[in-house]
């Protein structure tokens, strides 16, 4: 294995000083190291490095991010296919824009605090134990809620994004081979990222839901890209005129029931209440009314008085040819 020391990066053969200039010099003016497949396993002490900028240190067998403490210009750092477990060493480096850590040993994504400049972070393809899935710290994505627009999470085995609501500058998801389930999940996310322009879930069993694509278009004003396919204004109309039309039918249709239920309450109030019995004499040809008042509750031993039996006769109305219901009422009112 090979650790990776001033002295091989002085001697690399795509890094050569000028002949007036001293080692110690020209290390200083490197902006851009690049050291990927070079079976590194150990970042050695790279102080004098200081306007190193970018540097590719990816497809090598480094287990511990060390010694970038003093690489306090960096923006850019590549430690992709490694063999990294845990992200560490890293709050220094406050001008750090874009961060490569896919295809590692990463449970957690933690340690990120105070990288108020980072605005990616592509964190896919970690080579976890079988069941596990990478999880984020409450702090780190505090910490990046501001800056951070790009992120990677594909292949990861997760099956809940919540937790990326505070991420409010976010434009780019990148979700891709995971085990997002609940279309509702992603609505509540959608409606948080306001930013949002580019998602890809391909490969999570959501997509396969009904009406998924639908869905997350309607909830969504500023999502352009879903799925690597783009949302065409045609589309967006379409289904806010249909959702538009079927939330109106459905009020529509609510308040036809409100109408029917009270209309069928107040019928079967008013004949229960007066007792109302059609009653048909050969002799005239005519119906009549016949309304039966309620029973009296007030009863002394047993027997109504007088009046009260006087009463609780049933009175017969004129002759009304085929009554309605208003006139009906308007007998029980006068009576």
């Given at each position: 294995m090979v650790r990776l020391t001033l002295d091989l990066i002085a001697k690399s053969n795509n890094l050569k000083p000028r002949k007036e200039e001293t080692t110690s010099r020209y290390l200083k003016k490197i902006t851009h190291l690049n050291f990927s497949d070079k079976n590194i396993d150990t970042i050695g002490d790279l102080s004098p490095c200081k306007s190193l900028s970018v540097l590719y240190l990816y497809d090598n067998h480094i287990s511990e991010i060390t010694n970038l403490n003093y690489a306090t210009?960096?923006?850019?750092?590549?430690?992709?296919?490694?063999?990294?477990?845990?992200?560490?060493?890293?709050?220094?480096?406050?001008?750090?824009?874009?961060?490569?850590?896919?295809?590692?040993?990463?449970?957690?994504?933690?340690?990120?605090?105070?990288?108020?400049?980072?605005?990616?972070l592509h964190v896919e393809s970690q080579r976890l134990p079988l069941g596990e899935k990478l999880l984020f710290d409450p702090r780190t994505l505090h910490s990046l809620g501001k800056s951070l627009s790009i992120l990677n999470i594909s292949n990861n085995n997760i099956d809940d994004i919540r937790d990326l609501e505070i991420l409010e500058n976010l434009n780019q998801l990148i979700a891709v081979d995971n085990q997002l389930?609940?279309?509702?999940?992603?609505?509540?996310?959608?409606?948080?990222?306001?930013?949002?322009?580019?998602m890809?879930?391909?490969?999570?069993?959501?997509?396969?839901?009904?009406?998924?694509?639908?869905?997350l278009i309607l909830v969504s004003k500023s999502l352009e890209f879903?799925?690597?396919?783009?949302?065409?204004?045609?589309?967006?109309?379409?289904?806010?005129?249909?959702?538009?039309?079927?939330?109106?039918?459905?009020?529509s249709k609510k308040k036809n029931s409100k109408n029917e239920d009270a209309s069928n309450s107040y019928i079967s109030n008013f004949e229960t209440i007066h007792h109302i019995v059609p009653v048909y004499y050969p002799q005239v040809g005519k119906p009549k009314l016949v309304f039966f008042p309620d029973i009296p509750r007030n009863l002394a031993n047993g027997n109504s008085s007088s009046e009260s039996s006087q009463e609780d006769k049933p009175k017969i109305a004129e002759d009304m040819g085929n009554p309605s219901l208003k006139e009906c009422e308007s007998l029980l009112t006068k009576k």
């Open positions: 210009n960096l923006t850019h750092l590549y430690l992709q296919n490694n063999c990294i477990s845990c992200i560490e060493n890293l709050r220094s480096l406050k001008k750090l824009e874009k961060l490569y850590l896919g295809s590692n040993y990463i449970a957690v994504i933690e340690g990120l605090e105070g990288l108020e400049g980072l605005r990616e389930l609940h279309v509702k999940d992603l609505e509540f996310l959608l409606n948080k990222l306001m930013k949002l322009w580019k890809d879930l391909n490969g999570n069993p959501v997509c396969l839901k009904p009406k998924y694509r639908d869905r879903l799925d690597g396919k783009e949302i065409k204004n045609i589309e967006r109309q379409f289904l806010i005129n249909w959702k538009a039309s079927k939330d109106a039918k459905k009020i």
